[in-house]
């Protein structure tokens, strides 16, 4: 039984970086040469980045993506590297893409993945099944391919797929098996939601039973936009033993020894009715048994809290960094919300490129206020006051308005402030509303929802207490000063925009809201199926009523990070003019 050495490069590319993806992937194969690797295998557009969206459209990215391929092969070569044979995601086209009903659909832009060696190009693999739902448009963009291929790879028949080819059923996992795969590897830029792991280990077993081989299962890790990319690359065997297992939030190289069998036929499958062909490329020989194997590795799993907390962090810092922004900027009120999005900006990009900025009114608490100036300095951030009692006096002097305007108005007027520094000062402001708030329109247009990125606009304000408590207790378990002050976690939620304002006396309670949002946003439950559930039926008819009417201020907020089934963005679009009202 011949034994295969595999890496699978967990990284972090960026989307358009052509020349900073392929140094990602010649580092990685110079490592993974120096382990002794006989196979390596880099993400999903890997040499791209993950989603390219409409650059898809630009034949000179396309063209850019071919070249650097070519390129790439010729550098792995001149590393030392040509004789690892390294498998490469990145676009291809074959074609025109279909343009009607009646045009040929076999040939147009790929997503695809090139086997490379020698400093050639073995074969190209066009991925089959095209996601077109929640946050992927690949049916938009990219034809299907209907071939597979398998490389003979030290006397093993290795198969390649890509992403979404795992999570249907049928071809190519069937075309796999029945060609008698020895290992199949399926590439992947999966992005993060809550409780999705599991849901790839489960189903990574189900294929690697289905084909009777082990599966290496390689995601990319990093954020782009509003994605996170979480990792947790894995290689399982058929009896759902996971062998090998990378890290979650981070690059890794993962390496993996499997005693794999060897080549059983022509690799040629008996794939009647499955509308897919094959094709084998022989590689290399058997190698020489290995004098050491490589202990397997084994990443540690993270709670729910945790895991949330990574994906917030990693979203927002790669935001930062991959975008360019020294420093961020945004307001300290003493609330929940802007304590909990500075301390994940501490813990991002670190205290010294965080700049937070107390904007007290006549409505502010002092309380309020010494919470702002203890998290401040409790986390070390540059912290500064400006009152816009003044700012706020000086328009009244000149407008007439009164009730919810002049609440408006003191937002506003903050909004200004911020992005007056940002614009000074270089900073990135970040909007630090939640999504229960965005949900139920909760905030100020140009005011307290103004700013370039929102890091927890998916996070439900019952999870901010969550989260909250989560990281306070951990700092505890370190050692560390809880960034927090308690009385933030403790006190009533108010905007504090007029004379004893509690947010209870515009909303629902946060965990009433809340349950009402997971149903009618994340789940499209309608007002019967949420009266069943428990909610009172005026209670979900007022909710329902605040979140259509506020998608006018959703379609113009700041992306966020994605940690749910369903985000307001590129998971959610629906029309801002809308009279159907569901029962």
């Given at each position: 039984m011949p034994t295969l050495r595999i890496a699978l490069a967990q990284d972090n590319p960026v989307v358009g970086d052509l020349d900073h993806n392929a140094d990602l992937i010649r580092r990685a194969a110079s490592a993974a040469t120096a382990a002794g690797a006989h196979l390596l295998a880099t993400g999903e557009q890997a040499l791209t980045g993950y989603p390219v969206e409409d650059l898809v459209l630009r034949h000179s990215f396309v063209e850019a993506s071919r070249e650097r391929l070519v390129r790439l092969a010729a550098e792995l070569a001149e590393d030392g590297n040509g004789a690892l044979p390294v498998a490469v995601g990145y676009l291809e086209t074959d074609g025109s893409p279909a343009v009607t009903s009646n045009s040929p659909h076999f040939r147009g832009i790929r997503n695809a993945l090139a086997l490379i060696q020698d400093g050639k190009v073995l074969f190209r693999y066009y991925k089959h099944h095209l996601p077109n739902y929640g946050v992927f448009d690949e049916d938009r963009y990219f034809v299907s391919g209907h071939e597979l291929h398998l490389a003979r790879i030290g006397g093993v028949d290795v198969a390649f797929t890509i992403c979404e080819d795992l999570w249907q059923e049928g071809v190519p996992f069937a075309v796999a098996a029945d060609a008698r795969a020895g290992l199949v590897v399926n590439v992947n830029a999966s992005p993060y939601e809550q409780g999705k792991q599991e849901r790839r280990l489960a189903l990574v077993k189900e294929r690697a039973a289905q084909v009777g081989a082990p599966i290496a299962y390689l995601n990319i890790v990093g954020g782009q936009d509003e994605l996170v990319f979480d990792g947790g690359s894995m290689v399982v065997a058929p009896d759902g033993r996971v062998l090998s297992s990378a890290r979650r939030f981070?690059?890794?190289?993962?390496?993996?020894?499997?005693?794999?069998?060897?080549?059983?036929?022509?690799?040629?499958?008996?794939?009647?009715?499955?509308?897919?062909?094959?094709?084998?490329?022989?590689?290399?020989?058997?190698?020489?048994?290995?004098?050491?194997?490589?202990?397997?590795?084994?990443?540690?799993?993270?709670?729910?809290?945790?895991?949330?907390?990574?994906?917030?962090?990693?979203?927002?810092?790669?935001?930062?960094?991959?975008?360019?922004?020294?420093?961020?900027?945004?307001?300290?009120?003493?609330?929940?919300?802007?304590?909990?999005?500075?301390?994940?900006?501490?813990?991002?990009?670190?205290?010294?490129?965080?700049?937070?900025?107390?904007?007290?009114?006549?409505?502010?608490?002092?309380?309020?206020?010494?919470?702002?100036?203890?998290?401040?300095?409790?986390?070390?951030?540059?912290?500064?006051?400006?009152?816009?009692?003044?700012?706020?006096?000086?328009?009244?002097?000149?407008?007439?308005?009164?009730?919810?305007?002049?609440?408006?108005?003191?937002?506003?007027?903050?909004?200004?402030?911020?992005?007056?520094?940002?614009?000074?000062?270089?900073?990135?402001?970040?909007?630090?509303?939640?999504?229960?708030?965005?949900?139920?329109?909760?905030?100020?247009?140009?005011?307290?929802?103004?700013?370039?990125?929102?890091?927890?606009?998916?996070?439900?304000?019952?999870?901010?207490?969550?989260?909250?408590?989560?990281?306070?207790?951990?700092?505890?378990?370190?050692?560390?000063?809880?960034?927090?002050?308690?009385?933030?976690?403790?006190?009533?939620?108010?905007?504090?925009?007029?004379?004893?304002?509690?947010?209870?006396?515009?909303?629902?309670?946060?965990?009433?809201?809340?349950?009402?949002?997971?149903?009618?946003?994340?789940?499209?439950?309608?007002?019967?199926?949420?009266?069943?559930?428990?909610?009172?039926?005026?209670?979900?008819?007022?909710?329902?009523?605040?979140?259509?009417?506020?998608?006018?201020?959703?379609?113009?907020?700041?992306?966020?990070?994605?940690?749910?089934?369903?985000?307001?963005?590129?998971?959610?679009?629906?029309?801002?003019?809308?009279?159907?009202?569901?029962?």
């Amino acid at each position: 039984m011949p034994t295969l050495r595999i890496a699978l490069a967990q990284d972090n590319p960026v989307v358009g970086d052509l020349d900073h993806n392929a140094d990602l992937i010649r580092r990685a194969a110079s490592a993974a040469t120096a382990a002794g690797a006989h196979l390596l295998a880099t993400g999903e557009q890997a040499l791209t980045g993950y989603p390219v969206e409409d650059l898809v459209l630009r034949h000179s990215f396309v063209e850019a993506s071919r070249e650097r391929l070519v390129r790439l092969a010729a550098e792995l070569a001149e590393d030392g590297n040509g004789a690892l044979p390294v498998a490469v995601g990145y676009l291809e086209t074959d074609g025109s893409p279909a343009v009607t009903s009646n045009s040929p659909h076999f040939r147009g832009i790929r997503n695809a993945l090139a086997l490379i060696q020698d400093g050639k190009v073995l074969f190209r693999y066009y991925k089959h099944h095209l996601p077109n739902y929640g946050v992927f448009d690949e049916d938009r963009y990219f034809v299907s391919g209907h071939e597979l291929h398998l490389a003979r790879i030290g006397g093993v028949d290795v198969a390649f797929t890509i992403c979404e080819d795992l999570w249907q059923e049928g071809v190519p996992f069937a075309v796999a098996a029945d060609a008698r795969a020895g290992l199949v590897v399926n590439v992947n830029a999966s992005p993060y939601e809550q409780g999705k792991q599991e849901r790839r280990l489960a189903l990574v077993k189900e294929r690697a039973a289905q084909v009777g081989a082990p599966i290496a299962y390689l995601n990319i890790v990093g954020g782009q936009d509003e994605l996170v990319f979480d990792g947790g690359s894995m290689v399982v065997a058929p009896d759902g033993r996971v062998l090998s297992s990378a890290r979650r939030f981070g690059a890794e190289l993962l390496v993996t020894d499997l005693d794999l069998p060897a080549a059983r036929g022509t690799g040629l499958a008996n794939h009647s009715g499955q509308s897919m062909s094959t094709a084998l490329h022989l590689v290399s020989e058997a190698p020489a048994p290995l004098e050491t194997r490589v202990e397997p590795s084994h990443a540690p799993e993270l709670d729910r809290l945790e895991e949330i907390w990574e994906a917030l962090c990693l979203g927002l810092g790669d935001y930062v960094r991959k975008n360019g922004f020294e420093s961020v900027i945004f307001g300290l009120s003493g609330g929940i919300d802007s304590a909990l999005t500075a301390v994940l900006a501490r813990d991002a990009i670190g205290a010294d490129r965080v700049h937070v900025v107390s904007m007290p009114s006549q409505y502010s608490s002092s309380h309020s206020i010494d919470d702002a100036a203890d998290l401040a300095e409790r986390c070390g951030l540059h912290y500064s006051v400006e009152a816009i009692q003044p700012i706020v006096d000086s328009y009244l002097a000149e407008v007439a308005i009164s009730g919810l305007a002049v609440e408006n108005l003191q937002a506003r007027v903050r909004g200004n402030l911020l992005m007056a520094l940002s614009n000074q000062h270089g900073h990135l402001v970040l909007a630090p509303g939640n999504k229960s708030e965005y949900a139920v329109g909760y905030s100020t247009i140009y005011g307290d929802a103004v700013g370039g990125f929102a890091p927890i606009k998916d996070v439900l304000k019952t999870l901010v207490y969550e989260l909250a408590t989560w990281r306070n207790e951990k700092a505890r378990s370190l050692g560390e000063t809880e960034p927090i002050p308690e009385n933030t976690i403790l006190k009533p939620p108010s905007a504090e925009l007029r004379p004893d304002q509690k947010d209870s006396d515009s909303l629902p309670d946060y965990g009433v809201l809340d349950g009402i949002l997971t149903g009618y946003v994340d789940g499209d439950a309608g007002r019967e199926d949420l009266v069943e559930q428990g909610y009172p039926a005026d209670v979900v008819d007022r909710v329902a009523g605040l979140v259509d009417r506020a998608e006018y201020k959703r379609r113009q907020s700041a992306p966020g990070t994605k940690i749910t089934v369903k985000s307001f963005g590129r998971d959610r679009r629906l029309p801002i003019t809308n009279r159907f009202r569901g029962k």
